[in-house]
Structure formats: C-alpha cells, structure tokens
C-alpha cells in the first residue's frame, strides 16, 4: 500500500522523465493525407498520398497533383498527433510493468528464503502485522511501512484463497 | 429516492431522529473512537488515519473527569464486513444527519461556511476527479495496448515506442499499409530484423514464432502479476461491480492495486492475442477511480450508500471511454449497471462521462481524434428491404448469445468444480499458445480484434486495395458519375468469405473458453467480432445479389447501378451491435453506444430492430443475460429488480428460525448483564439482534447490530472502570438513577439500540417483501405476530428462497 505505491512512484516519475528528455522526436506530428481511388486504366494504383505542409494546402490540388475531376474523387484531411505523449506513455507502462515484475521477482525470492529458514522469523513478522495501529503509529516510517506491506499481503493472500483456491468468486 | 424519503416520513420511530441533531460534538468524538476499533478498510486507510491518536488523547481527556458511569456510549460506525450487505435506509438516514449538521453550522464562521460550501460542491468535484482518472487511465491503456499488439508482429526500430500504424504515419509509400504486415519500409517484421527478406518460408516461420512467443510471454507475465498482487483484478468485473452497487461490499475489490493492475495486466492480455476485450475491463478500472476519490471526501469515503451514487458515474465514465460514447455510458449505467439510480446521480453520470471522454480525447490516444479504433463514418442510406437482414443478424446475435451463455456458463462451473481450477496460471497460458498458433495463418484472426472489427466496419472505396475490398470497380463510370456504384466482387473478397466464416467460426468458440480465465478479460470487443464478421458476410452476401439480380421489383426501384446500394459495413455493425445484445441483453444502451460510433442518426432503425429481435432470440433460450448468468453462478447475493417473484409464499415460510431451528438468540431491552452479552456475541454469529421488551412477553422493541454491540461492549470496559461482567445494561431510558450499595452500575447502551426496523407481519405475501427489500435497499426485516417477534428475514435469506423456488440449490448463494 504504503510503500510502492507512495514512495516507488515519484522517483519512477523522474526516471521516465530523464529518458523521455534523452530521445529526440524524429517523427512528425502533422500530415496531410489524400485517398484517392486507384486508377488502374491509366496505371496509376498509388492511391494515398501524405505530406507535411501547412494545413491551408492540405487539399487534393497540392498534394496530389492531378486533375480538378480525379480530385473530387479524392478525400484529404488534416492529421495532427503527439508522439511526444505515445513516447512518455509506453515508456511510463514499460518502466511500471519492469518494476512490477522484478518487485513480483524479489517477493517470490524472499518467500522462497523464509520458508525454508527456520519459523519464528516469519512468526515475528505475522505478530507485527497484527499490532494496533496506535501501537504502530510509535514506530518509525519503516516499520510501518513494514507492517503496511505486511497487512496487504495479507489481503492479496485473502483473495487468492477466494479466487484461486475456494473459487467463491469470479469464476 | 422518493421511495426511500417517504419511508422515512412514515417510519414510527421517526421522534427518535430529531433528538440526533444535539448530539452532534459527542457523536463526532465517538465516532472517530469506533473506528480505532474497528478493522482498517484497506483501501486509503492512510487517509483516515491521521485524526484517530488525537482522538483518543482527547477522548481521554473527557473521561477521566466523569463521575458519572451512566455515559452513554453512542456508536455508529457506518462500516460494514467483508462481503455483507449495507443498509441503504441508515447510510442515507446518515448522510442526512450530517448534512443537517453542516447546514446549521454554516452561520457560526466563515470558515463553516466555507465547509458548507465545500460540502455543497464536492459531488460535482468527486465525479469530476474521476472523470480526469478514467480518461487518463483509459489514454494509458489504449496507447499501451494498441503498441503491445504491434510487438507481436515486429518493431519501429527508430522509435520502438510507436505502433506500426504511427511509425508509417508519415510515410508517403503506405500502400495497403493499415491492414496488413508488411508496413512501410520504417517497419520492421521480426524477420526482417533477422535479415530475412523477402515473401518465403523462412520469414513466415520467423515471424509465427515471434507472434507465439510473444503472446505466450506476455500471458504469462499478465497471469502471474494477477495471481502475485491483486487476483481480484481478474475477469471482466461487472458482474462484480453490479453486485457491490446493489449493496454488497467486496474489499478490496475496489482498492488501488486492483486498479495498477487491472490496467497493467488488461494491456497484456489484449495484447498477448487472446480473444477479449478491454472495454469491460476499463469500467472496472473506473469504478477503482471512483472508490479511490471518494475517500478524498468524507461524505462518500464513509458512507458506503453515497459512495455507490459516485460509483455508478464511474461505471458511466468507464464506457464513455471505452467506446467514446458518453450518453451510451449514462444509459450503460442506468440499464445495466446501477441499482440505486436517482436523478442527481444522472446527472452527476452525465458530468462525468463528459469529462472522461474530454479527458481521453485531449490525449488523443489514437492520432485520429475518434476515442475508439473502430469509430467509423458512414452516409450511404439504407432501404426498406434491407430490414429482412437485419432482422436475420438479430436472430443470429440472439442464437449466438443464447449458445454463449450456455456454454461459458457451463465451462465456468466445470471450471469451479473440477481439477482445472486448481491451474489457472496453466490454463491461461495455454489458451494464449492455442489461440496464438491458431490465429496466426489467418490475416483475419491475426489482427487484433478491435482492428478486424474496424476493418469489418469500414466501407469500401475504390481507394481501399485490401482483399476484403477486391472489388471490379467501373472506373471511367466512376470518374464520370463521381460516386463509388456497386461492383461485382473479385476474387479477393470470395477468399476472404472463407477466411472470416473461420473467423467468426474460431472467435465464436475460444471467447466460450477465454471468458472467466484469471486475466481481465471483457467481452465486448470478441462479441462484436463475432457479429462484425457474420454481418460482413451477409452483407457481401446482399449486396452481390443486389448487383446481380438488379432487374428484380424490389430492388430496381431502390438501387440504381450507378449508386451504392448495400453497404456491408453497415450489416457489420449491425450484426456486432445484435451479437453483443444477445450475449449481454442490452438494449436501449448498445444502441446508443453503436450510433455513437458511428456518427449516423440514420442507421437507429436497423440496429434497434438487430437488437431488439436478438434480445427476443435469446430470452427464448433462457433470460439472463451473461453478467447476471455469472452473478449466479458465483452465488453473489444479488436481488436483481428486472426479475418478477411470482409465487404465492408469506413471510412466515421464509423467516427465520424454521420450526426445527433453536429460537432466535434476542436480546431484553434491561436485566441482562455485560458478560452475558458478550457471551451472546461470542456464542452466535448473526449480524444483528432483535431486541424485546422481556422474554416473556417477547414484545419488538428494537434492533441491535452486533458489531455495534461489540465495539461499545468493549470501549465501556475499556474506559469506563466501574463496568464490570456483572453490570446491567440497559437499552432504555428507565436507568436507575444511582446504583444500589453492593451492586455494580449500570450501562446505559439506548445510541446503538436501532428503534425503527423494519417489521412486517407473518403473513404479509413474499411479494411486498421482496419488494421492500428491492426497492428500499433493506438488510434486514423483522417478522412480527400481534407485535410478539417470530423472526427475521435477511436479503440472504430472501435470495435463498427464491433460489429454492427455483429448484436450485439454496446453498449457492455464498456468503452467509
């Protein structure tokens, strides 16, 4: 609860930040685009055309260059996009599911190592997820966060027993 | 809403309301105290968190000077269990209070008026809040998706972040680019990057292996995120969601990893190639948005009925995002989603897809300015005849969602009940290696399903040269005429026939088997492949025979040869809006939520008359729709207001205890003692206990929820030192003034004593009973006889009946 979500996220932020600054944009965020349809009699089956001009030339007269009758044929638009926020996105979801899954990694590790060190470690962790929160309150920022993280796995291992193992729900 | 007010204005113990409005500062004080008690929410208990140690010092503070032990201990917590049923009567009841409170308090300062203020608006903010949140999540999600999907079949390696539709964006050679592999030469298909050009074998399997793999890679990192940090984020989430709106709390189910990873894992799914959709999905994601923001604002964070008002905008908000179809998304949450729907609420929905959808729209997810793929345009009008077919695609959207039902229905208990639930983590990474190796040899099932249906929608030019639009196009008639007539079709559209009847025949069945698996999964999008692919094939179907039998009556007065005249990209989308209809039994929403894809006012009639005959179809074949089949099927206790309770049972036969049962566990209003009580809470696990003026008499007086009970039980002992096990509780007013020498005092307990449940008599018709509880939200109900209690009737118990009734087994409604 506490701990990934509040304190992973904004030096995440800041390192998605740092790569999106390091790469330059090489594609380009208008076009015109003109369908026209394909004229096979006179050999022509090139039929869309796409260009970066400014938008008051974004017509069949300019970019495709033919004939006004072919032209009425032909449907042009005026496109814009960001790439800047497609690159900041798929980044940010890159870098999120990286963190997830060596975050998924570490937890299956230290799982792995508690249970097959001897009990009472795992004992003195249960009992500190038990504590009132006032009691956890005089604790410092790690320990509550200890006993956050320690109250959501608790959660989590609930609703896998209902989902995974009594399939009361969302089956 | 009316309902419930009158209710109130006609419940008999309305006197004992009005004295709550002096109470409000020891009430506060108390509250706050109930909930160190109590277990945390965990949701954003960091918020609440705060207040609760100040609290106690000063609560303290306050006792320590009381000579007096006859404090009353008034508790209401507001909170309820995992997996109860809340009370919608008190939650509104109280948030009236409150707002009483406020509302007086606003004179006193400005700074209570500025409360006030912030209390008047903070509806509007809340919904606004998650408006912002749905969008953005929704913007994350498309463009995550929409690049993920691309992977599978190559990179832009100047900008791996674009999908291969943005890499060619600008690229003047993209000739049949959008729907097929081969890309623009910035495109790069795995084989290419191996340096294996060319059309041959090598490449093809170079590029199989990758779409496998990647699909099986990203299967499995979705699976195992679902299963390692939120396993409630799997499924689709709305029979869920319509479960807790009707008054049903799952914790947790709403909570922020639900949503990181609903979002997170709803993108690999999609992407990973299996037969699902996202857009059910994202209305879960909404409503973890509207649980999250309500929390910011005390009014809804602690009154689970207010909450559920922000909730059903979000669900509102989830649609209008998903397709881009505000209004379609305020009618998705009246007809389909929302129990509790007052106007306010409408309106607030209304607000809130609006600025979901302006959200989304400003981030521009897919460069077309359409917040949906498949968003398409058409103008060509449709005729009178062309009724008959749509009536046939509704008939087969019917039989379709009738088939679906049975059978997912069916492989999901199969599932449930057999050894395969035991590795959902094998079955999900299995179904993504099926539906991988079979989908790749067709271009059809290749692609994902939002762009097969935006291909199956759109209309052919002339300019569009992909084999579904391989048509003998007239073109000198064109260039003379200037419209795109009719044409006989080549031999690329009779390949495609095939390939799309093995679509539709492949989408049809491994949805069956894909729906439920333990990833997000939604079943719009395969639904209206489905049907997208089924219309396109009749359409194709009429429109040749229009062209070739042109000289027939019917068809020569309507369509001339120089006109277009059927258009099968219409008859895809009417056939995806019956599909769909069929397997969710929508209507007025779908409908809606189809014209606002596409813009066009004209194509109503068709798509009512689609969706209205699959609805026919398939309530033949059985009358839930998929969402209500799985709320069944998972036993949530879930009083469905469009279902008619027919049979002819009273109260008596439902109430609890039966004749064989042990007698209801009471409690008197006076003489019983602390130890006994806490006995009784310990012994007994009911959630609430009536309470009669003596056990002789066995007069109602009232009801006590036990965890109410509980809590003050156990403040009374933890601050009030003269309450020991032997002291007298009283829920009356007629305490003794002073204890008698040698006798502990007594504890007066009158705040937690409910003295307005609700009674019905022995033989009032289960009918009115089921209605109550449908229309006023109750959690429970007392039977009466000549004012002697007999027993108590729950929601669980109502459903149970009726279960019964039904001939199914009573049991399978969980959660006692």
């Known amino acids: 609860m506490v701990f990934p979500t509040n304190s992973l996220i904004i030096p995440f932020i800041a390192f998605v930040g740092v790569i999106i600054v390091g790469v330059e944009a090489q594609f380009d965020d208008v076009r015109c685009k003109c369908v026209c349809p394909q004229d096979p009699a006179n050999n022509l089956t090139r039929n869309i055309y796409i260009k970066n001009v400014i938008p008051e030339q974004c017509s069949c007269a300019h970019i495709v260059k033919r004939e006004e009758k072919f032209c009425l044929l032909c449907e042009c638009k005026y496109e814009i996009r960001n790439t800047t926020t497609i690159k900041v996105m798929v980044i940010f979801v890159v870098c999120l599911i990286g963190v997830l899954f060596a975050y998924m990694m570490i937890m299956m590790c230290l799982d792995y190592i508690l249970s097959h060190r001897s009990t009472p470690h795992t004992q003195r962790l249960d009992d500190e997820g038990e504590m009132t929160p006032i009691a956890r309150r005089r604790g410092g920022y790690f320990q509550r966060m200890e006993s956050a993280t320690q109250r959501w796995k608790r959660q989590v291992q609930e609703q896998k027993k209902n989902v995974f193992d009594r399939h009361a729900m969302l089956s | 809403m009316e309902q419930i007010e009158l209710n109130h204005c006609t419940s008999p113990a309305m006197a004992n309301n009005t004295s709550v409005d002096e109470l409000d500062s020891p009430i506060d004080r108390y509250e706050r105290i109930g909930h160190i008690q109590e277990e945390e929410d965990d949701d954003l208990i960091d918020i609440t968190d705060d207040d609760n140690s100040k609290s106690e010092i000063n609560f303290r503070d306050s006792t320590q000077g009381l000579v007096e032990p006859l404090e009353d201990i008034p508790i209401d917590t507001g909170k309820y269990d995992d997996f109860h049923t809340i009370d919608w009567l008190k939650d509104i009841q109280k948030d009236r209070q409150r707002h009483k409170r406020i509302h007086r308090d606003r004179d006193k300062s400005p700074l209570n008026k500025l409360k006030a203020a912030h209390d008047a608006w903070s509806g509007w903010l809340v919904v606004f809040l998650v408006g912002v949140g749905a969008g953005t999540c929704a913007g994350i999600i498309d463009i995550g998706a929409s690049w993920m999907t691309d992977l599978k079949l190559g990179v832009c390696p100047q900008a791996f972040y674009l999908n291969r539709e943005q890499c060619c964006w600008a690229e003047n050679d993209t000739d049949q680019l959008k729907f097929n592999d081969k890309g623009c030469s910035k495109w790069h298909t795995w084989a ?117 008002e922000v909730l059903s905008a979000a669900s509102a908000a989830g649609v209008s995002v998903a397709f881009g179809a505000p209004v379609g998304g305020v009618l998705f949450s009246l007809e389909e989603v929302s129990y509790y729907f007052p106007m306010k609420t409408l309106w607030r929905s209304f607000f809130c897809a609006l600025v979901a959808a302006f959200v989304l729209r400003t981030i521009n997810p897919f460069g077309t300015d359409h917040l949906v793929m498949f968003y398409v345009e058409y103008d060509t009008p449709w005729f009178f005849f062309e009724l008959v077919p749509f009536l046939l695609l509704g008939v087969f959207g019917g ?418």
């Open chain 2, 399 to 816: 039989l379709y969602g009738a088939f679906f039902i049975k059978m997912n229905l069916k492989w999901c208990k199969y599932r449930k009940t057999s050894k395969l639930g035991k590795f959902p983590v094998v079955e999900v990474i299995t179904l993504a290696l099926i539906t991988a190796i079979i989908s790749y040899p067709n271009p059809y099932t290749r692609m994902s399903s939002s762009q097969l249906i935006e291909l199956l929608f759109n209309d052919c030019g002339p300019e569009d040269n992909f084999k579904l639009c391989n048509y003998k196009h007239n073109y000198t008639l064109m260039l003379h005429t200037g419209n795109v007539a009719a044409s006989p079709a080549g031999p690329g559209v009779y390949e495609s026939l095939w390939l799309l009847l093995l679509a539709l025949i492949f989408k049809g069945v491994i949805t069956v088997f894909t729906f439920g698996i333990k990833v997000p999964a939604g079943l719009f999008i395969p639904s209206m492949a489905v049907g997208a692919c089924a219309g396109r094939l009749l359409g194709i179907g009429m429109e040749q025979a229009v062209y070739f039998n042109n000289d027939w009556g019917i068809f020569e007065d309507l369509c001339k040869p120089s006109t277009p005249c059927v258009n099968p990209g219409l008859y895809a989308m009417v056939g995806a809006a019956a599909a769909l209809g069929g397997v969710t039994r929508m209507t007025v929403s779908l409908v809606v939520i189809m014209f606002e894809l596409t813009g066009g006012l004209q194509y109503i009639v068709p798509l009512m008359v689609a969706v209205m005959t699959a609805k026919w179809v398939g309530d033949a074949f059985g009358r839930e729709g998929i969402y209500d089949g799985h709320i069944y099927l998972n036993g949530y206790p879930y009083l469905d207001s469009k279902r008619e309770f027919v049979h002819s049972t009273i109260a008596s036969d439902v109430m609890r205890p039966r004749r064989a049962d042990p007698p209801l566990s009471v409690i008197t209003q006076e003489g019983m003692t602390v130890e006994e009580l806490e006995n009784l809470t310990t012994e007994s696990s009911y959630n609430a206990y009536p309470m009669v003026v003596s056990k002789e008499s066995q007069r109602l007086s009232g009801l006590v929820q036990r965890k109410d009970l509980t809590i003050a039980l156990a403040n009374a002992r933890k601050f009030q030192e003269e309450v020991v096990s032997q002291s007298q509780v009283f829920f009356s007013n007629h305490v003794p003034r002073y204890s008698l020498p040698g006798q502990p005092s007594p504890l007066k307990l009158t705040k937690i004593l409910d003295q307005s449940p609700f009674q019905v008599t022995d033989q009032t018709p289960m009918e009115t009973v089921v209605e109550m509880f449908r229309k006023l939200g109750l959690r429970t109900c007392l039977v009466t006889h000549n004012g002697r209690l007999l027993g108590i009737i729950t929601k669980k118990d109502v459903l149970r009946h009726w279960a019964m009734l039904k001939n199914q087994d009573p049991d399978s409604i969980m959660f006692h």
């Open chain 2, 192 to 308: 290419e990057l191996f340096n294996i050009l060319g059309d041959n074998a090598g490449s093809y399997i170079i590029n199989y292996l990758f779409y496998v793999l990647w699909g099986f890679g990203l299967a499995t990192l979705a699976v195992s995120l679902v299963r390692a940090f939120a396993p409630y984020a799997c499924g689709s989430g709305i029979p869920e969601i319509k479960t807790i709106l009707s008054g049903f709390i799952i914790r947790g189910y709403l909570g922020k990893w639900t949503l990181l990873i609903k979002s997170i894992t709803m993108m690999l799914a999609v992407s990973a190639g299996l037969s699902l959709g996202k857009e059910g999905p994202l209305v879960h994601v909404a409503c973890c948005c509207g649980n999250i923001f309500s929390y910011l604002f005390p009014k809804y964070g602690k009154n689970e009925a207010k909450k559920r």
